[in-house]
């Protein structure tokens, strides 16, 4: 039985579904829940065949825009939490890879779940896109529950 659900987020429609069903989970179980989202790192400059690309801003100012966003989806976690009467923390970690923040935060916060959504896309979609949930799946020890 589950006791603390980590439900990821990146405060799309598609995570949002992964958060209600999470929040559902962990009020039949009586579990609390840790919602997460995941920052990518200031990267300064940006080198593709000679062109150069640096995102708006300073530092600071990425900062304070990263942060932002992941106040406001992490609201939603919150919110869902509150309705349902849902022990909730949330956290946004830094991280160059999304799913490792996610492992390295179930790990750290000794969740025994991981409850997140994804698209569901299969072969070549799959594979060539990539998704954050199959890498998840492929690298966390702790069980995680897919939402689709």
């Given at each position: ?30 579990a609390q829940v840790t919602g997460v989202y995941v920052i990518s790192p200031y990267v300064p400059v940006l080198q593709s065949d000679g ?45 160059y890879r999304p799913w490792e923040g996610i492992v390295r935060l179930a ?42």
């Amino acid at each position: 039985m589950s006791r603390h659900i980590l439900i990821p987020t990146d405060g799309s429609k598609l995570a949002a579904k992964g958060v209600k069903a999470g929040v559902k989970l962990a009020q039949q179980l009586g579990a609390q829940v840790t919602g997460v989202y995941v920052i990518s790192p200031y990267v300064p400059v940006l080198q593709s065949d000679g062109a150069r690309f640096r995102p708006g801003g300073s530092p600071q100012e990425y900062k304070k825009l990263s942060e932002k966003a992941a106040k406001k989806a992490l609201a939603a976690v919150q919110i869902e939490a509150q309705t349902c009467g849902v022990p909730c923390a949330t956290r946004f970690v830094t991280a160059y890879r999304p799913w490792e923040g996610i492992v390295r935060l179930a790990r750290s916060r000794r969740c025994d779940l991981i409850c997140m959504a994804s698209h569901g896309r299969g072969g070549l979609g799959g594979l060539f896109l990539g998704s954050e949930t199959q890498r998840v799946l492929a690298n966390s020890k702790i069980p995680v529950l897919v939402i689709r």
